[in-house]
């Protein structure tokens, strides 16, 4: 274990070309394999990667590049892949970098040594894209998913909260929990570890990490704790 430098995050088929497959590492790049060129899959025929910014690195910046999830677009044309703080599209086509980010976790970036403290820099969020491909969505903390719009000149950013009430989150002073002994603990870190960058509450005992969309339908299903929740526009 103390030789091993990076490890394979997530993989996927190509949604129409049986002999390619797209996997994930911790290190930040996704692979693009063709089994037609080798039935073992050590050597790729595409690497995606973004370049790092000089100057950028810190203890952070290998933990925060680790890819948790990757999808292929319906068409099989784009890839999206989700780290800590980021969504990324990439063109298949196109190695040079991704032709669109998203930012989803950047307002946390004074706050990573804390969420180093409690392992909440590991965890591990899932991305998904409607059928369409105009949308790309991905969870994040106090239950709460984002969606994006990924058309050329779209600006469509939204933030919906996995409750019976989804506009709760809108509310600057977020309903304080009942104090039982099972729930101290999240009062605790509820009170403590701070804001998101709409100012609300973050509670990063709830974290929403599965969702997927709807191949045709316009619909996407979450998961938060033991319930699953169905968003429909």
């Known amino acids: 274990m103390e030789d091993l430098t990076e490890v394979i995050t997530s993989a996927e088929f190509h949604p129409a070309h049986c002999n390619m497959l797209a996997y994930s590492s911790s290190k930040g790049s996704i692979r693009l394999i063709d089994l037609r060129q080798s039935a073992l899959c050590d050597s790729h025929a595409k690497l995606f990667e973004e370049p790092e910014a000089p100057g950028s690195r810190s203890f952070f910046t290998e933990i925060i590049a680790s890819i948790s999830d ?12 989700r780290d800590y703080m980021t969504l990324k599209l990439w063109d298949i086509n196109m190695d040079s970098g991704p032709v669109a980010t998203f930012q989803v976790h950047e307002y946390l970036r004074p706050k990573l040594c804390d ?28 239950n709460l998913f984002r969606v994006f719009g990924c058309a050329p000149g779209s600006t ?78």
């Open 70 to 81: 990757i999808k292929f677009a319906k068409d099989g044309r784009y890839i999206l892949s």
């Open 115 to 142: 969420l180093y403290e409690n392992d909440s820099i590991f965890d591990k969020f899932e991305c998904c894209l409607s059928g369409d491909g105009l949308r790309v969505a991905t969870g994040s903390y106090s």
């Open 156 to 233: 469509e950013a939204t933030t919906l909260e996995a409750s019976k009430n989804p506009m709760r989150t809108q509310v600057q002073t977020p309903t304080r929990p009942s104090r039982s002994l099972n729930s101290i603990t999240r009062v605790v870190r509820r009170e403590t570890l701070g804001v998101d960058a709409n100012g609300n509450s973050l509670d990063f005992t709830t974290k929403l990490l599965h969702l997927a969309w709807h191949p045709t339908e316009n619909l996407i299903a979450c998961v938060a704790a033991n319930s699953l929740y169905m968003y429909y526009a």
